[in-house]
């Protein structure tokens, strides 16, 4: 039993008129998933909800409450192709219908089972870890400015600045196959997860996150610090939180 906390918030910002994000907790299941659409006339809505919906419908059959988890390398398989299929699923009703052509969607899996977090994304939203007080963003953008970064063409400020930070190389519902990275995290007690979009990352720095992190408070309260300094410095994006770590009242070494 993983006994963390789950909380999910998204919010359209202050500049756009419909909001193309999702998120999606399943406490039961140790299960946390955000996207980020993208896609004319509502159709990177229908992409981010579709991706949400396919994996955790796809997980909770996989993996059904009452029966003894498999151990992480099966773990690993399941989130990996749980989020292939609903690249599959999406790319295809792109195909069928004329109105979501083009459409696709960012993803980004969590799924906290035994002592570990066993995490997939594409695209550019995140993973972050705060452990004792130290912010470290554990996930890396599938973005062309994160390749040029790579390769020594951007520091890694000049890539904040970027007029193309926001163009990905990599999103669900593109192409009928994508490449998924899926990697294992050892859990320690007090850590406080951050699953995120861009439209969060965008208007707060490193620093921003990692002091509205540590505010005392349950994990509603400081999702709600979050979205609110994100919209406060201008909310140019929809933004998307969804914080993982103890339930409230508990010892909270992260902070110490
Ligand atoms: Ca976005």
Same mark, same amino acid.
């Given at each position: !039993? ?75 398989? $399941? ?8 690249? $599959?699923?999406?790319?295809? &009703?792109?195909?069928?219908?004329? @109105?979501?052509?083009? !459409?696709?969607?960012? /993803?980004?899996? &969590? ?8 995490? *997939? ?46 163009? /990905?190389?990599? &999103? ?47 994990? *509603?309260? $400081? ?6 300094? &994100?919209?406060? $410095? ?9 914080? /993982?770590?103890?339930?409230? @009242? ?7």
């Amino acid at each position: !039993m993983h006994g963390l906390a789950f909380h999910a918030r998204t919010d359209r910002g202050m500049v756009r008129d419909n909001n193309e994000d999702a998120v999606l907790c399943d406490p039961v299941l140790g299960l946390a998933v955000l996207a980020d659409g993208m896609g004319g006339y509502q159709a990177g809505e229908v992409a981010s909800a579709m991706a949400t919906v396919h994996i955790a419908a796809e997980l909770a059959q996989a993996l059904p409450a009452g029966v003894a988890l498999p151990g992480v390398p099966v773990l690993e398989q $399941r989130v990996r192709s749980a989020t292939e299929n609903a690249n $599959r699923a999406i790319w295809q &009703a792109a195909t069928d219908h004329a @109105g979501y052509s083009g !459409m696709g969607t960012t /993803v980004v899996v &969590a799924l906290y089972a035994h002592d570990t977090l066993v995490l *997939a994304h594409v695209g550019d939203s995140r993973a972050y870890r705060l452990r004792q007080g130290q912010l470290q963003q554990v996930t890396r953008d599938h973005s062309y400015v994160q390749e040029q970064v790579d390769a020594g063409l951007l520091t890694p400020t000049q890539a904040l600045a970027a007029p193309n930070r926001n163009l /990905v190389t990599r &999103a669900l519902g593109v192409e009928n196959r994508v490449t998924v990275d899926v990697a294992s995290h050892a859990l320690a007690a007090g850590d406080v997860w951050l699953l995120c979009t861009d439209g969060l990352t965008d208007m707060l720095t490193d620093a921003d996150m990692a002091a509205l992190l540590a505010l005392p408070g349950n994990l *509603a309260h $400081r999702a709600n610090a979050l979205v609110d300094a &994100a919209n406060a $410095r201008g909310g140019r994006d929809n933004i998307s939180v969804i914080l /993982v770590g103890p339930h409230a @009242g508990h010892a909270d070494p992260a902070l110490l």
